[in-house]
T-cell receptor
Framework: DTEVTQTPKHLVMGMTNKKSLKCEQH?????MYWYKQKAKKPPELMFV???????INESVPSRFSPECPNSSLLNLHLHALQPEDSALYLC????????????????FGPGTRLTVT | KNQVEQSPQSLIILEGKNCTLQ??????????LRWYKQDTGRGPVSLTI?????NTKSNGRYTATLDADTKQSSLHITASQLSDSASYIC??????????FGAGTRLFVKA
């Protein structure tokens, strides 16, 4: 199984709502990532978890809160978002976080299309 | 400053034709360079990985080249198909945890 799954596929939420995005992989990967992608732009890294510990937070606003309950799951909790947060949110995983050969090859999920109204 | 620049921004070609996409980078130190294909509304999929010692690597109709001296890479697509229409993203891994994404080239293959 070389698949990263993300739910939901689409999400529409108001600025006062609280929602969560979910990501799952069963490849035994120990690094997991959240990216934000606006239309016609490359993905922007938000968070990296390595061995279930938060390793990188790219100065993301606190209205985005990541959580890694176990090595297969990654959540992104959303609260009090702004319309400019509307984007495609991508989850990815890799065997590890060290550079070299395929160790850091990232497998991406299909994304969650988020619209904030 | 660590940067990855891709050209052209977009490209339209006829089905069956070949094309070459370019990637120039200034990332240092350099660990590896990957080309990803991203279909609209989907996550990127890795096509090739190039390390410092590799010059050419093929994956089916996709051939990537790397010139580590000039810090340039190219992705050549042979006998294009309609399904090749996508964004192609060059991603360079630097030292430590640094990963730099290029802005991508949007390829449109027309019948």
């Amino acid at each position: 199984d070389t698949e990263v799954t993300q739910t939901p596929k689409h999400l529409v939420m108001g600025m006062t709502n609280k929602k969560s995005l979910k990501c799952e992989q069963h490849m035994g990967h120990r690094a997991m990532y959240w990216y934000k992608q606006k239309a016609k732009k490359p993905p922007e890294l938000m968070f990296v978890y390595s061995y279930e510990k938060l390793s990188i937070n790219e100065s993301v606003p606190s209205r985005f809160s990541p959580e890694c309950p176990n090595s297969s799951l990654l959540n992104l909790h959303l609260h009090a978002l702004q319309p400019e947060d509307s984007a495609l949110y991508l989850c990815a995983s890799s065997q590890g976080f060290l550079a070299g050969d395929n160790w850091d090859e990232q497998y991406f999920g299909p994304g969650t299309r988020l619209t904030v109204t | 400053k660590n940067q990855v620049e891709q050209s052209p921004q977009s490209l339209i070609i006829l089905e069956g034709k070949n094309c070459t996409l370019q990637c120039n980078y200034t990332v240092s130190p350099f660990s590896n360079l990957r080309w990803y294909k991203q279909d609209t509304g989907r996550g990127p999929v890795s096509l090739t990985i190039m390390t410092f010692s590799e010059n050419t690597k093929s994956n089916g109709r996709y051939t990537a080249t790397l010139d580590a001296d000039t810090k340039q890479s190219s992705l050549h697509i042979t006998a294009s198909q309609l399904s090749d229409s996508a964004s192609y993203i060059c991603v360079v891994r630097g030292g430590g945890f640094k990963t730099i994404f290029g802005a991508g080239t949007r390829l449109f293959v027309k019948a």
